[in-house]
């Protein structure tokens, strides 16, 4: 079992940014950040393989970049030019188990989820 842990959250203005963390009780190579607002279905917005390669969704691409601190077993996610439509509930991944690169944003490929961290951005 790996016990997920975010941080981070909170309420910015249209144009902010934000920087999430997670904390993992041990290491999972591959990890990613997902969201999921009211109505909506969970999505993947960033993964990290763990072997040095990362993937974002194409709505997120060019302003959140995902990192990770392996010695700290932490994985980040850095948020900028926020806009409301990233108003979600931000979820950290995690899992062991050997999977293809095309599968790290889907929600199926993890088996450890942390409780979330609420973002809001507001115009």
């Known amino acids: 079992q790996v016990q997920l842990v975010e941080s981070g959250g909170g309420s910015v203005q249209a144009g902010g940014s934000l920087r999430l963390s997670c904390a993992a009780a041990g290491y999972t190579p591959h990890m990613a950040w997902f969201r999921q607002s009211p109505g909506k279905e969970r999505e993947g917005v960033a993964a990290?393989?763990?072997?040095?390669?990362?993937t974002y969704a194409d709505s997120v691409k060019g302003r959140y970049t995902i990192s990770r601190d392996n010695a700290r077993n932490a994985l980040f996610l850095e948020m900028n030019r926020l806009q409301p439509g990233d108003t979600a509930m931000y979820y950290c991944?995690?899992?062991?188990?050997?999977?293809?690169?095309?599968?790290?944003?889907?929600?199926?490929?993890?088996?450890?989820w942390g409780q979330g961290t609420q973002v809001t951005v507001s115009s």
């Open positions: 991944a995690a899992d062991q188990r050997p999977t293809f690169f095309s599968q790290l944003l889907q929600k199926r490929t993890y088996k450890y």
């Open positions: 990290d393989n763990g072997g040095g390669s990362t």
